[in-house]
């Protein structure tokens, strides 16, 4: 390449300053990269020229050679595109798009070029959508999509299961004397004990006082009702809300695999029909 050549490639990649851009030799020693890269990273020159490109990689990755197998795989496809968590100098990560490109010069591998860009903007974003659209914005609990999936998910495993289907006692009467915030915080409230104070593998609300939870183990007869008793106890206990002390009860019915076949429609209709008469016997006692 010809020294204007060399001159006009130099401006070239050192200003692209929102893509990090590294050229790396057969063994993934870095031969240099541009300005993009310096900032992307926070090191100098000094401290990145002739180290292995491996340094930008977690030490897990690092202890499974995945920084050399991506080499080899460029070597072998010409290319190799991935996105990943990539760290900084000050121990700090970014989410990154990278693609690495095997270099020939008359059909000579001379190394690669290993092209990084920042997407953690991006990456976020579409956490949060995906957070959204399977988590109840007022408790944070597994919405009905999200509840729907990750039970669905688990039958997939052929495991054994029993959903818990809860609804709350004497809620509208709290909500209508209160406001909606002061039943908001009642709702927060229950399912925050739901989430941390019961024995349960997973929680959702499926919208206003009713919340189904899902064991992820053999129906035992004996300790199972136990648990629907546990589940009772915990939201009965005395809500405080600044000077108010509230109260609600709860009536909760389960089901259990019963066959490998089972769905989650058929668990949730059976668990519903047990909290039916739950209900009923609550309000003839």
Not at 181 to 205: H, I, N, S, T, Y
């Amino acid at each position: 390449m010809s020294t204007s050549s060399d001159l006009m490639y130099r401006f070239l990649v050192d200003g692209v300053t929102d893509y990090a851009i590294y050229m790396v030799d057969r063994d993934g020693i870095i031969l240099n990269w541009n300005e993009g890269a310096r900032r992307a990273n926070g090191y100098s020159d000094g401290e990145v020229i002739g180290r292995n490109y491996k340094m930008f990689y977690s030490l897990g990755e690092q202890a499974t050679q995945l920084p050399q197998r991506n080499l080899e795989i460029a070597f072998e496809q010409g290319r190799i595109a991935l996105e990943g968590w990539r760290f900084r100098r000050d121990g700090s990560c970014y989410w990154a798009s990278v693609t690495i490109d095997s270099i020939y010069d008359d059909g000579k591998l001379l190394g690669f070029a290993k092209i990084t860009h920042d997407l953690t903007a991006h990456h976020e974003l579409v956490s949060r959508l995906e957070y959204s659209a399977t988590h109840d914005p007022l408790t944070g609990l597994l919405n009905r999509t999200g509840f729907f999936n990750r039970l669905e998910a688990e039958l997939a495993k052929k495991r054994a299961v029993t959903v818990f289907a809860v609804d709350l006692d004497h809620f509208k009467p709290i909500n209508d004397r209160y406001g909606h915030a002061v039943g908001d915080a009642v709702l927060k409230a229950v399912a925050e004990r739901l989430a941390r104070r019961v024995d349960m593998d997973f929680v959702g609300r499926l919208g206003g006082d009713e919340f189904v939870a899902v064991k992820c183990r053999k129906a035992d007869p004996v300790t199972i009702p136990l648990v629907g008793l546990a589940v009772t106890d915990v939201i009965r206990a005395p809500i405080y809300l600044g000077e108010q002390e509230l109260t609600v009860g709860a009536s909760v019915g389960w089901a259990s695999t019963k066959d490998p076949a089972d769905t989650v429609d058929v668990l949730l209709a059976r668990a519903d029909t047990a909290l039916y008469v739950a209900k009923r016997q609550a309000r003839n006692a």
